[in-house]
C-alpha cells in the first residue's frame, strides 16, 4: 500500500490537482491499482454541475493518468517525475461519478519506448465500469 | 473552482460551429497543485474547455431542451508544458446529431499554434432539464445577446 505522503514524495500533484488518494497494490512495470474517494467537498463540483454534482470525465482521466504516473515512477530509477498527457487514443464514459463514490482506478503499463509510455485504464465504482480510457504520456523530469 | 473552461463565445453558428476564448492565469486555483513549483496548464483541461464550449452548442442547436453529457472521446492530443498567461481560441463544430446524441469536433489553438484536438466526441442527450435556466447560464457564461423567439 502507497498512502498520500507517499504518493506526493512520487508524483508532483498537490491539492487541489492530486487525484489519487492510495495505491492499494502495484505490480513494477506492469500495473497499479489507485483509489480516488469522490466527496461532495470537491471544488469542483461548484460548477459542474450547478445542482447536479457530477465528477468531470477528463477528471477521472486525470486520475487514472496519475495513478499510471506512480507506476511509472516506482517502476524506473529515477523518481519524481511528471507524467505529460499527450494524447488519449479512446475514452469512455459509461456512468456518471457522483459524490459519496469511490472510484478504483485501474492501470496498466501497455508499451513503454524510453520516456513516452502507453496506458490502458479502467475506473470503477463498486465493480462497474465508469469509464475507460487508452492514453500516452510522457515522463519528463520535475525538480524538486 | 467554478470548472469553467471558457471566458466568452465569440462565434456561433446554430447546429454548425462555436467559438470561444479562454485566459489561462496565474491565479487558477488548480495551479496550485499543477505543480506547487511550477504551474503548468494541465493537458485535460483543454480537453474540458473542447467539451464545454461545444457542448454550449448542442444545447444552443436544441434551444435549451437538453444537456450533453460527454460519453466518448477519440483521437485526443493534446499539451501538457504551457505556462499560464495566454489565451486560447477554442473552436468546435457539430459533425452529426440525432435525437439521442451528437457527434462534433474542436480544436484549441494558442498564439496560432495548435495544442489540442479531440477528432471525435459524442455526447449523449438528456432531455431532463429547464430551458429558461440554461438559457440564463448561457446568457452569463458566453457574453452573448440573446434574442427573444430568435434562437
Known amino acids: 500500500m502507497i498512502d498520500?505522503?507517499?504518493?506526493?514524495t512520487i508524483i508532483p500533484h498537490r491539492y487541489p490537482f492530486l487525484l489519487v488518494d492510495r495505491i492499494i497494490s502495484l505490480e513494477k512495470s506492469k500495473s497499479a491499482v489507485g483509489i480516488k474517494n469522490v466527496s461532495a467537498n470537491e471544488g469542483f463540483f461548484e460548477g459542474h454541475f450547478p445542482g447536479n454534482p457530477i465528477m468531470p470525465g477528463v477528471l477521472i482521466i486525470e486520475a487514472l493518468a496519475q495513478t499510471a504516473g506512480i507506476l511509472a515512477n516506482v517502476s524506473s530509477e529515477k523518481k519524481y517525475k511528471s507524467v505529460y498527457f499527450m494524447s488519449i487514443e479512446r475514452a469512455k464514459f459509461r456512468k456518471p461519478v457522483v459524490p459519496g463514490d469511490q472510484l478504483r482506478l485501474e492501470v496498466e503499463l501497455v508499451k513503454q519506448r524510453n520516456t513516452?509510455?502507453?496506458?490502458?485504464?479502467?475506473?470503477?465504482?463498486?465493480?462497474?465500469v465508469v469509464a475507460e480510457a487508452d492514453f500516452t504520456a510522457m515522463m519528463v523530469d520535475m525538480e524538486e | 473552482m467554478r470548472f469553467l473552461y471558457y471566458d466568452r463565445v465569440t462565434k456561433l453558428e446554430k447546429g454548425k460551429s462555436i467559438e470561444?476564448?479562454?485566459a489561462f492565469s496565474l491565479s487558477e486555483e488548480f495551479l496550485k497543485g499543477?505543480?506547487?513549483?511550477?504551474?503548468?496548464?494541465?493537458g485535460v483541461i483543454f480537453i474540458e474547455?473542447?467539451?464545454?464550449?461545444?457542448?454550449?452548442?448542442v444545447i444552443y442547436s436544441y434551444d435549451f431542451k437538453l444537456t450533453p453529457i460527454m460519453s466518448l472521446v477519440?483521437?485526443?492530443?493534446?499539451?501538457?508544458?504551457?505556462r499560464p498567461g495566454f489565451e486560447a481560441k477554442i473552436r468546435g463544430e457539430i459533425i452529426s446529431t440525432s435525437k439521442r446524441d451528437t457527434l462534433g469536433r474542436a480544436e484549441v489553438f494558442v498564439g496560432g499554434d495548435k495544442v489540442a484536438?479531440?477528432?471525435?466526441?459524442?455526447?449523449?442527450?438528456?432531455h431532463k432539464v429547464d430551458p429558461e435556466e440554461l438559457r440564463v447560464?448561457?446568457?452569463y457564461y458566453s457574453g452573448l445577446e440573446l434574442k427573444e423567439g430568435n434562437e
Request: charged share 30%; aromatic share 10%.
Open chain 2, 20 to 22: 470561444g476564448v479562454k
Open chain 2, 137 to 139: 447560464r448561457f446568457r
Open chain 2, 74 to 82: 477519440e483521437g485526443v492530443k493534446t499539451t501538457s508544458d504551457l
Open chain 2, 117 to 126: 484536438s479531440v477528432e471525435r466526441i459524442i455526447y449523449s442527450h438528456f
Open chain 1, 4 to 8: 498520500v505522503n507517499e504518493i506526493k
Open chain 1, 116 to 128: 513516452v509510455l502507453k496506458f490502458s485504464g479502467i475506473a470503477r465504482v463498486d465493480d462497474k
Open chain 2, 34 to 42: 499543477h505543480f506547487n513549483r511550477k504551474a503548468l496548464v494541465p
Open chain 2, 49 to 57: 474547455a473542447m467539451a464545454q464550449l461545444l457542448g454550449w452548442l
